[in-house]
T-cell receptor, first 111, second 113 residues
Framework: SQTIHQWPATLVQPVGSPLSLECTVEGTSNPNLYWYRQAAGRGLQLLFYSVGIGQISSEVPQNLSASRPQDRQFILSSKKLLLSDSGFYLC??????????FGSGTRLTVV | GNSVTQMEGPVTLSEEAFLTINCTYTATGYPSLFWYVQYPGEGLQLLLKATKADDKGSNKGFEATYRKETTSFHLEKGSVQVSDSAVYFCALGISGSARQLTFGSGTQLTVLP
């Protein structure tokens, strides 16, 4: 069966520090992968998506970046966090159709 | 472009009350429509979906009908329970290689005993 792992679950980081959030998928190959952000009291904003290894599309300009070094691994990074980067980050995948599966999320607080 | 407009919350109901959460959309092409649910501290789970006009998605007592003429996909449940308290997101997707979903802003539902 397919599973998605996202970590860490919670993270508190100071302003200006780097960030690395990791997401891995098991039980499927060549999935589409997505990073969404959910700010407090707001909806979901698509940040990045990837349709294959090394292929990253950015939806929103910001100081975040994403990479896909392996087929089932998707990483969200930042060199220097801003206060406005605080939020709930969700990784998701889909293979065919719209069977989106979300990870359990990472709550990031930038202080 | 594509967009989803969702009924603003929060919505507070008593147990066994009838629930409606409105959702309307604008889209180029023929979208598939979805409702996702997010329980506190968790990721999103697919609740139901409909892929073409007049389809009715249903799950766990929730229903939504794809209405092309009114571009709507309202979520309903006849009798809510405390365990239904969560945030509900309406979403649409257009076929293509990226298979992206466009989400509404979410509606917080609280059901009181």
């Amino acid at each position: 069966s397919q599973t998605i792992h996202q970590w860490p679950a919670t993270l508190v980081q100071p302003v200006g520090s780097p960030l690395s959030l990791e997401c891995t998928v098991e039980g499927t190959s060549n999935p589409n992968l997505y990073w969404y952000r959910q700010a407090a009291g707001r909806g979901l904003q698509l940040l990045f998506y990837s349709v294959g290894i090394g292929q990253i599309s950015s939806e929103v300009p910001q100081n975040l970046s994403a990479s896909r070094p392996q087929d089932r691994q998707f990483i969200l990074s930042s060199k220097k966090l801003l206060l406005s980067d605080s939020g709930f980050y969700l990784c998701a995948w889909t293979d065919v159709g719209y069977g989106y599966t979300f990870g359990s999320g990472t709550r990031l607080t930038v202080v | 472009g594509n967009s989803v407009t969702q009924m603003e919350g929060p919505v507070t109901l008593s147990e066994e009350a009838f629930l409606t959460i409105n959702c309307t959309y604008t889209a180029t092409g023929y979208p598939s429509l979805f409702w996702y649910v997010q329980y506190p501290g968790e990721g999103l789970q697919l609740l139901l979906k409909a892929t073409k006009a007049d389809d009715k998605g249903s799950n766990k007592g929730f229903e939504a009908t794809y209405r092309k003429e009114t571009t709507s996909f309202h979520l309903e449940k006849g009798s809510v329970q405390v365990s239904d308290s969560a945030v509900y997101f309406c979403a649409l997707g257009i076929s293509g290689s990226a298979r992206q979903l466009t989400f509404g802003s979410g509606t917080q539902l609280t059901v009181l005993p």
